[in-house]
């Protein structure tokens, strides 16, 4: 399997560093809990999750790590702005976060550690990088890393974002997290306290403050999966300074075994774009899965939508996009849905055959070539659609057995553990509907047509379509208006 190391600008195909081969550690930057995060976040989130899905298809045993940034400072100045307690503040987000996360179909990481949880190990490591001379307290009280130091001892600053050295301006610090690539000076690990912190700070060596962005993430993912690992993740903006800075860092603290780095590869996420342009909260073009839900739109379908472009390509989120996600997995569904009732049934087209049956159409191996390519989505969607278009002329032709059907959604169940957006309970029909759908049978068994038609007319307005089939009826959700 290959994927794109942005570290080194080209593809490599994936070796993890178990010896065995099987253990593979993953952190992905996660979200920074000060609102509601938006479609374009979820690109990135989405993307980590399909990459571990896939490693797990391929017989990976996954350490997923996903760090939740509680304290920086953005959520300080919405703390000041609402006058909330820090974590009153951060936990409607968090919360509201991972009720996103199951409505997107994502898997758990199996570790979501929170900065403020880990303030202990983020001083030690400030600590480490103080007693290599890497770090330095400057008079404003703060600690800083120093690139000149780290440069001078070995270290490799620069390049994961090709930053140019020659450009360094030596002893110039920032002390916001976020700044320009143009500029790649001293950086802050640890923020003296400032009367705009309020409450939000702990006491440290160095006197109180709080930490860097930067920090948490080296602190949090060598913590959870250990000096070295295999895969980071982002989205492309975090590139630099964020994860230039978590390198500089993690390396910086040499703890890592000789030959190996902090990380083997790093895999970044291009942006999702509202016409044209990054969404965004700055440029308020976004929006969020909550705006979607409410326009009637299923997490499922979002979900397909986020995946539907090469993950180093930017994508152009629309709500046409949207809708034509919804025709799509709805001819999904329909397939999905006839080959249930064939492979129940156990009559039908299997007499009707003659000679040997022709092999059911392989899912599982287009699928496999076109993902082992760097997750090359778009392909891995055609060999679906493909596929879905031989099932269902076969079954049009009636050359299509029971247990060919049963084979063929087998194949699915083994994608769908990937993609994810398989139909699922949230389609199935709620009880009164389903009442109703047994009161319009004992209706038309009662030649009762007027009743039967009514109930019908209900069935529809709660938003089901009901059809007669030879195994009696069966609903298909009609396509909700946005
Ligand atoms: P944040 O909560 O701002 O720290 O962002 C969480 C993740 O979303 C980061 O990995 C960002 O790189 C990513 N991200 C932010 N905006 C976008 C966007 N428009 N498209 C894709 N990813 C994004
Ligand atoms: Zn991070």
């Not at 996009?321 to 492979?343: H, I, K, P, S």
């Not at 068994?445 to 030879?470: H, Q």
Request: charged fraction near 25%; include cysteine.
């Amino acid at each position: 399997m290959k994927l794109f190391n942005t570290l080194t600008r080209s593809l490599e195909t994936f070796e993890p560093l178990d010896p065995g081969g099987r253990q593979v550690g993953m952190y992905c930057c996660g979200p920074t809990v000060y609102d509601y995060a938006h479609i374009g976040n979820w690109r990135t989130f989405v993307f980590a999750d399909l990459l571990r899905r896939y490693l797990e298809f391929r017989g990976y045993t996954v350490r997923h790590v996903m760090n939740i940034t509680d304290v920086e400072d953005k959520i300080i100045r919405r703390v000041q702005e609402t006058g909330l307690p820090l974590r009153e503040y951060t936990v409607r987000y968090e919360t509201a976060f991972f009720e996103d996360f199951e409505t997107l179909r994502c898997r758990r990481p199996h570790h979501t550690p929170r900065a403020t949880e880990h303030i202990p190990e983020i001083i030690e490591l400030i600590r480490r990088l103080m007693d290599r001379g890497i770090a330095y307290q400057a008079p404003d009280g703060s600690v800083y890393f120093s690139i000149e130091k780290y440069v001078a001892a070995g270290g490799q600053y620069g390049q994961l974002a090709r930053v140019r050295l020659d450009q360094l301006r030596v002893g110039e610090r920032v002390r916001s997290d976020e700044y320009a690539k143009e500029t790649p000076v001293d950086f802050a690990l640890w923020k003296a306290r400032t009367a705009e912190d309020g409450d939000v700070y702990w006491p440290s060596p160095w006197g109180e403050g709080r930490p860097g962005w930067h920090i948490e993430c080296s602190a949090m993912s060598m913590k959870w999966l250990g000096p070295s690992f295999d895969l980071h993740l982002g989205g492309e903006d975090l590139i630099f300074p964020h994860h230039e800075d978590e390198i500089a860092q993690s390396e910086g603290a040499g703890l890592q075994q000789p030959g190996r780095r902090f990380v083997k590869y790093w895999v970044h996420g291009a942006f999702l774009l509202v016409e044209g342009r990054k969404m965004s909260k700055s440029l308020g073009n976004f929006f969020t899965l909550r705006d979607l839900l409410a326009r009637g739109f299923a997490g499922r379908e979002v979900r397909y939508v986020l995946l539907s472009g090469h993950y180093r390509e930017t994508l152009n989120f629309t709500l046409e996009g949207l809708q034509a996600a919804r025709g799509a997995l709805g001819r999904l569904d329909e397939c999905l849905a006839r080959l249930r009732e064939l492979a129940e049934s156990h009559t039908g087209t299997a007499s009707s055959l003659s000679g040997a049956e022709a092999p059911v159409p392989d899912l599982l191996g287009p699928f496999e070539t076109a993902m082992d390519e760097d997750l090359n989505i778009s392909a891995a969607w055609a060999a679906v659609f493909e596929w879905v278009r031989e099932l269902n002329r076969r079954m049009a032709a009636g050359t299509l057995t029971p247990a060919g059907a049963a084979a063929a959604l087998q194949q699915w169940a083994r994608v769908d553990d990937v993609l994810a957006v398989g139909e699922h309970s949230e389609e199935t029909a709620p009880p009164e509907v389903l009442q109703w759908v047994e009161e319009r049978q004992a209706a038309r068994k009662a030649r009762d047509f007027a009743r039967a038609d009514a109930l019908r007319e209900r069935i529809r307005s709660a938003g089901w379509l009901v059809e007669d089939t030879p195994k009696g009826p069966r609903l298909k959700r009609l396509p909700r208006t946005a």
